[in-house]
């Protein structure tokens, strides 16, 4: 390899790095985070599946003179495939010293940006398709906008997770950028007022100038331009060949050194997969190698070269000059490319090789869509065996042996498809169908497959009737190892004349074909989506109805609702994939200036420049350790030991511990409920998967990973009970924890009689509800440094750093005075980072302890997923007496709660539930809730705890109770509302005043507001007039009870008039320090004096110190902002007192008096000008109730199950909300992260517990393309309430039930459903009463819908 660069260049942000010694397995996330300043590269997944990590990468072509911009995922790119290239990151569009780029304005403007983990990805994404837009060749956009359209810029963001904001304000700030923005449809934001005029809007936005565009790619770098590289580092290596000749070479060489491990790579996507712990010795870059990197078009079709991306591909797939090479050739190829674009996400295509993709696909069994959509159109492949090529067809290439490590794979060929050919003698037509299908939870939001499909069909027209000359159906993803041909589908179909006969035999038969292998999960469902798009792409040629217009291959043949006017509409269903508008109406109050301003979010600018430190940001002190954890893989079994492989420590570990390194002066603790402590480790006794049983330390984090994930431990149950997995198991063998008494709800009334009353009854209904991981974009981590004195630092990003203090201190056995934990911000907690995050600060803490040297750790993904506990699972049986009107007598529910090993926050359970369930009057309520001590990973409190559960548990009572009277479920919704009485009798003191109760305002605000009754009329109407996609509509209330807990502050005044405010509540992105410095501004400005209306430009919130701040609590329950708000206004109180006199004195001397000289003076004066306080709210204040509702109308795909959402209105009662903006953001995301329960997440374990649902790739939250297309929020102002804080109330969980809605609503679609597979003649199910489950993902949906709903219709057609 002479004469090739041996040293690593590229550049950060403009900075030239220069790297001679590297492990070639280094992503570039892994340098940038550990060797640069640059942090704002998050690490959210590791899988590529989040975009936390999204870069730009700028390559430059010195012949071309050209730089090429495009985004990659930085976690999965390997740092030596960059040499040559520019990296920009966030904090290289702008920051806090140089300025920040409008990007970050708007995203800080549009109230975008909550946590702040996932901005600096979603930044570079929207940056990267701004650099995109501009290189279109579209009119000059308006001067503040770009080439960009709404559209694009949604898109740009599709593989982004967020799960703060619910999306709509991020859609908002991307779109702000686009050219063909209406500027009145974007939402609340600090920019303008309301009144303000469109040009006043437009002058307002941060200044956007495309031509401003920041130098991607520095001079210094195009002057030394030499991408090739040989990298010789550790024992591994690098190569970048640079000819086909050079690559055989190598990969010779290789197989004589018979015991190199060498990998191939192109984009390195795949490890995203398959998350490889090898170390290989070569690594072989594909990438500068000419001839792999060809596009070629002719007459034939094209070849992509094996490198050639993703994206490059799409493009190439769409190029205008394909008309003028293949014809008419472009049908095949634009779908082809549409397709392409909904396969994982931008960044990702980018890098992605359409060869590496169909080697993954090939020697893998990777489940690829590329595969599926090349084998129908009789692809081929070239590839390179030794010294061999060959060229062979793509089904010959998946046939074979898995491709060894040393072929490779050189180009593929599509050919290419004439569409039409000439009439023939017999006056017949010839017409070329395409069509290719996707079933996947989200349509453009990076998800996997449950099944694709690509048909190709040659069909000619006699008469009437439809002749298939020639059929190619190919299908994937399903559950086999690679994508096939249905070779006995298509030996039906062809020569044959389409009748409706023929279509059901075909659906029979692609049903035999199409059957996935055993164990793969929705077998059915898969082979039913098989029969669905078969019919989905014959059904209108069968002579019945079909009518094929002039330039259409086929699909899209009618469309739009309530214009469709016959049963066989089965055109493909062109829903807008992404929000198409949204509204927002906030009612600001100035009583308490500057509290009620929707005010941008505290510290929002620098976390979308990726300046805001989190704890991984912090820079590891010299000596610093990383661990991982090692879990248990049993539910209940005896640990005998941990090993290696090699019974040595594996390379860069130092150290593994486990309770036996506890101190003996400690105690083996590892987090705190109350008064009850929690063990660090299993014992000898590992009691759930998941369990912690050691903890390996290592010089970086990856060894670290890496060896926790290869310890062996050696088990043994011998003797051992069988360990309890199940509710039902627990119930057997009493297997309980106990609640404590004041922790008991009451019950209502006398269930017997409300039972005797009823005219109707059902008796020992079930229900069940399943789990859900909460998914804060920053997994769980910590920093500890001892310090002088047996003393600790530990750095967490916890909800709750007192009792983290306490747990450590008593586990390390020393005082807490030697204690101290820092806690900043956290990148999402939403419950998860309360108890949870304990056991990892004081697993950091006790190894630091050990090892007297600086300890941290960051959880990867999986390892987060396993341990997190999650929302608590339930099985209900339920028994409800009703009156033949709706009207609910009596209900009794038996509760059987999964609460784990732990008790945790479980035993909060109980109280929970049933505030939540009692927002109905059921006349008496009697309930037996158990929590059942289980084998599994204890459960703890996540967003809305219990609350989320029992409203849905009401809400599918009434529907049950409507089914069974036959009665419109909103009319019993509405007739079992409380009254104010009711409301009291079911509440007590905490349903507060008649005029508090707003619900039953809200109630008719939101069905007149969403014109309601006259969409249930239309929806009816669509139903009838649809038979493939039905529409449902729901209208649900929610209350939710609340309590406010004690709260800390302390405010202090500096020398200049700034103030410094700790509060005991932790900032997790939900805007408690907003409204912290908001109400303190206020508070002081009660001096009156010159200078305070700024004064909250003065005010900092600083990060809580358990040394400086004692008794700071739990972040939780969605009242610490208010507490805190609270205590920070009680020590504004003392200051302002304390000040007052002098005031008055300076007054009396001057005339008037500033801010800044009372505090100069107060110095002076020795005033004491730091105040603390601790908020203890009045007994029998503390609860109130919080009521909101919402209507949601979906659309369900019967073919696939696939529910979307078109429309919600939101109608919610802050009180006199303390910053508007904050409080919407908090209603938004709290309702998607509720849509993502109810619709999408799946949180599995397998039969042991442990949870197989770890990644990106199998747990699916919402994206931007499974929001609401129409997002209707209000946020209610109720006025002024003397008993809370300035009158406000919380926001953080409740609006989390009212995506109850959206499952209703679907219930209501699948119910058209059945109801018509019902007229079809399907008669072995009811259509009414069904339990849809919770998550009412696509397979569920569809199997209710009627897994066979397409054999129903053709019999019934064909009996007709
Ligand atoms: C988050 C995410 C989502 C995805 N979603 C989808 C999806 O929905 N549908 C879909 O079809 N795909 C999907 N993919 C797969 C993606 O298309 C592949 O990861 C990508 O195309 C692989 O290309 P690469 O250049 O990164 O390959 P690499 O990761 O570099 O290589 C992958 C494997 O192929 C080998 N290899 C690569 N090129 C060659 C060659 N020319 N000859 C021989 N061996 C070679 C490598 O040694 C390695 O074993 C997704 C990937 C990610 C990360
Ligand atoms: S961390 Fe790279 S995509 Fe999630
Ligand atoms: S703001 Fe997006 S994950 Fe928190």
Redesign the pocket.
């Known amino acids: 390899m002479e004469g090739k660069q041996e040293c690593l260049v590229f550049a950060v942000n403009g900075e030239r790095f220069e790297v001679p010694n590297i492990d070639p397995s280094t992503t570039l996330l892994q340098y940038l985070r550990s060797h640069t300043r640059f942090k704002s590269v998050k690490l959210g997944c590791g899988?590529?599946?989040c975009g936390a990590c999204v870069v730009l990468l700028s390559k430059y072509d010195p012949v071309l003179d050209q730089v090429e911009d495009y985004t990659v995922?930085s976690c999965?790119t390997l740092l030596c495939s960059l040499n040559g290239c520019s990296v920009t990151t966030t904090e290289g569009l702008g920051n806090s010293k140089d300025g920040f780029h409008p990007i970050h304005q708007r995203f800080a403007g549009f109230h975008a940006s909550q946590c702040g983990f996932c901005t600096p990805g979603i930044c570079m994404s929207l940056y990267s398709a701004l650099i995109d837009a501009e290189k279109t060749p579209r009119p000059e956009p308006s001067p503040g906008f770009s080439r960009l359209t709404a559209s694009e810029a949604e898109k740009a963001i599709a593989?982004n997770l967020c799960r703060c904001t619910g999306y709509r304000p991020i859609a908002d700030a991307c779109k702000s950028f686009a050219a063909d923005v209406d500027i009145e449809d974007l939402g609340i934001n600090s920019f303008w007022r309301n009144g303000d005029t469109k040009e006043v809007k437009v002058s307002r936005l941060p200044s956007y100038n495309p031509k401003d565009h920041i130098c991607t790619y520095p001079q210094f770098l195009k002057d030394e331009h030499c991408p090739e590289m040989h990298m010789n580092s550790k024992g591994c290596s690098w190569y970048s060949p640079v000819s086909i000749e050079e690559l055989e070479k190598l990969l010779h060489s290789s197989v004589a050194e018979n015991c190199t491990r060498i990998?191939?790579?192109?984009?390195?996507?795949?490890?995203?997969?398959?998350n490889e712990i090898i170390d290989y010795d070569k690594y072989i870059d594909?990438r500068y190698i000419p001839e792999?990197s060809v596009i070629k078009k002719d007459n034939l079709g094209i070849e992509f070269g094996?490198?050639v991306?993703?994206s490059k591909a799409i493009f190439s797939l769409k190029e205008e000059n394909i008309i003028n090479v293949c014809p008419g050739g472009e049908l095949v190829f634009k779908k082809v490319a549409e397709h392409m674009e909904?396969?994982?996400?931008g960044f990702?295509?980018n890098?992605?090789?359409?060869?590496?993709?169909l080697?993954?696909?090939q020697?893998?069994y990777?489940?690829?869509?590329?595969?599926t959509l090349l084998l129908a159109l009789s692809s081929s492949v070239s590839?390179l065996t030794g010294r061999k090529r060959e060229k062979i067809t793509l089904e010959q290439f998946f046939s074979r042996l898995p491709?060894d490590?040393t072929?490779?794979?050189?180009s593929v060929h599509i050919p290419y498809w004439e569409p039409i050919e000439s009439a023939d003698t017999n006056e017949s037509n010839h017409k070329l169908l395409f069509e290719t299908y996707r079933a996947?939870p989200r349509p453009v939001g990076?998800?996997?497959?449950y099944l694709?499909a690509a048909f190709l069909a040659k069909i000619s027209f006699h008469k009437d009737e439809v002749l298939v000359k020639n059929i190619q159906l190919a299908f994937g993803?399903y559950g086999v190892k690679h994508s096939t041909r249905a070779r006995k589908v298509e030996e039906h179909l062809t020569g044959k004349i389409l009748s409706l006969d023929i279509l059901a035999e075909a659906i029979k038969l692609v049903k035999d074909s199409v059957i996935p292998e055993v164990g793969t999960s929705f077998a059915a469902y898969r082979s039913s989506l098989a029969a669905s798009y078969l019919f989905e792409f014959l059904f209108n040629l069968t002579g019945l109805d079909y009518a094929i217009s002039g330039d259409e291959l086929n699909g899209n043949l009618l469309d739009e609702g309530l214009e469709s006017k016959n049963d066989s509409d089965i055109s493909q269903i062109a829903r807008p994939t992404l929000l198409s508008s949204a509204k927002q109406v906030v009612e600001s109050s100035r009583e308490y200036y500057p509290v009620g301003e929707p005010m941008i979010k505290f510290g929002a600018a620098i976390q979308a420049s990726g300046e805001a430190v989190y704890v991984d940001d912090i820079s590891s002190p010299p000596n610093c350790l990383h661990g991982a954890f090692i879990y248990s893989t049993k539910p209940l079994a005896r640990v005998k030991g941990i090993s290696f492989k090699s019974n040595s420590l594996p390379k860069g570990v130092t150290a593994v511990i486990s309770f036996k390194d506890i101190p003996k002066e400690g105690a083996n603790v590892g987090s705190k409920e109350g008064s009850v402590f929690e063990p660090l480790f299993a014992d000898d006794l590992t009691r759930y998967a998941g369990d912690r049983i050691g903890f390996v330390l290592a010089e970086t984090q990856k060894s670290a990973d890496v060896a926790a994930k290869l310890a062996l431990v050696e088990y043994d149950t011998e003797s051992l009970d069988p360990p309890i997995l199940t509710v039902e198991e627990a119930l057997e063998r009493s297997s309980f924890i106990e609640v404590p008494s004041h922790l008991h709800p009451a019950k209502v009334g006398d269930f017997p009689k409300g039972m005797v009353e009823a005219d109707h009854s059902i008796l020992s209904a079930e229900i069940e509800l399943g789990s859900q991981y909460y998914f804060y974009m920053e997994t769980q981590t910590a920093l500890a440094i001892p310090d002088e004195d047996n003393c600790m630092v530990v750095y967490s990003s916890i909800q709750c750093p007192e009792y983290a203090h306490s747990v450590v201190a008593r586990c390390l056995g020393i005082p807490e005075h030697n204690v101290r934990v820092i806690t900043r911000r956290v990148g999402g907690g939403f419950g998860g980072k309360a108890s949870k995050a304990s056991p990892v600060a004081t697993a950091c803490a006790l190894a630091a302890h050990c090892l007297r040297r600086p300890v941290r750790i960051y959880l990867d993904r999986k390892t987060d997923m396993i341990m997190a506990g999650g929302r608590h699972p339930m099985k209900i049986t339920y028994s409800v007496g009703f009156k033949s009107n709706g009207k609910i007598t009596a209900l009794h529910l038996d509760i059987l709660i999964n609460a784990g090993q732990t008790i945790d926050a479980s035993i909060i359970m109980p109280r929970n539930m049933v505030g939540a369930l009692k927002k109905y009057d059921w006349g008496a309520l009697s309930f037996d809730i158990k929590l059942c001590k289980t084998n599994h990973c204890g459960k703890t409190a996540m967003r809305a705890p219990g609350e989320v559960q029992a409203s849905f548990i009401a809400e599918s009572i009434l529907e049950n109770v409507a089914s069974v009277l036959s009665l419109d479920v909103d009319s019993v919704r509405s007739k079992n509302l409380h009254t104010y009485e009711s409301l009291k009798l079911f509440y007590g003191s905490a349903a507060g005043d008649s005029v508090e109760y707003t619900l039953p305002t809200i109630w008719d605000k939101v069905a007149r507001s969403s014109i309601f009754a006259q969409r249930v009329a239309l929806i009816e109407q669509f139903n009838s007039c649809n038979s493939w996609r039905k529409r449902g509509i729901s209208r649900a209330p929610i209350m939710f009870e609340v309590t406010v807990k004690p709260a800390p502050g302390k405010v202090s005044i500096l020398l200049d008039g700034s103030i410094v405010v700790e509060v005991g509540g932790i900032e997790m992105g939900q805007g408690l320090w907003t409204k912290v410095k908001q109400v303190t501004a206020y508070a002081i400005s009660k001096i009156q004096c010159d200078g305070t209306e700024d004064l909250v430009e003065k005010v900092r919130v600083v990060q809580s110190d358990t040394l400086s701040l004692v008794q700071g609590g739990l972040t939780a329950g969605s009242t610490t902002s208010e507490a805190s708000c609270e205590a920070a206004i009680l020590c504004c109180n003392f200051l302002v007192e304390r000040l007052t006199p002098l005031k008055k004195k300076l007054q009396d001397q001057m005339g008037s008096v500033t801010w800044d000289i009372l505090i100069l003076q107060a110095h002076d004066y020795s005033v004491n000008l730091a105040a603390s306080s601790y908020y203890v709210p009045e007994s029998g204040s503390g609860g109130y109730l919080n009521y909101g509702a919402a209507v949601s109308e979906v659309e369900v795909n019967v073919l696939t199950g696939e529910t979307t959402i078109l429309r919600e209105d939101i109608i919610y009662d802050c009180g006199q909300s303390l910053n508007p903006a904050v409080d919407l953001g908090q209603i938004e995301g709290a309702f998607i992260q509720g849509v993502g329960f109810f619709m999408l997440e799946e949180y599995l374990t397998n039969a042991d517990g442990l949870v197989v649902t770890d990644n990106?790739?199998t747990y699916k939250i919402p994206t931007i393309d499974t929001i609401p297309k129409q997002f209707n929020v209000e946020v209610l102002n109720s006025g002024h309430h003397q008993k809370r804080v300035l009158s406000s109330k919380a926001s953080g969980e409740p609006p989390l039930l009212l995506a109850v809605s959206v499952h209703c609503a679907t219930r209501a679609a699948v119910k058209a459903a059945r109801k018509q597979r019902k007229s079809w003649g399907a008669l072995d199910e009811t259509d009414s009463t069904f339990e849809l489950e919770v998550p009412a993902t696509m397979p569920v949906v569809k199997q209710l819908c009627g897994l066979d709903s397409v054999e129903w219709y053709l019999r019934s057609l064909l009996t007709r």
Do not use: E, H
């Open positions: 899988d590529g599946g995922s999965l593989g990998k191939v790579v192109v984009g390195n996507t795949g490890t995203g997969y398959y594909l792999l094996a490198t991306s993703i909904k396969i994982a996400s990702i295509r890098s992605a090789s359409i060869g590496g993709n080697v993954m696909a020697r893998n990777f489940p690829s869509d590329i595969a590839i491709l490590p072929s490779v794979l050189l996947a990076n998800a996997l497959p694709n993803a990106t790739w």
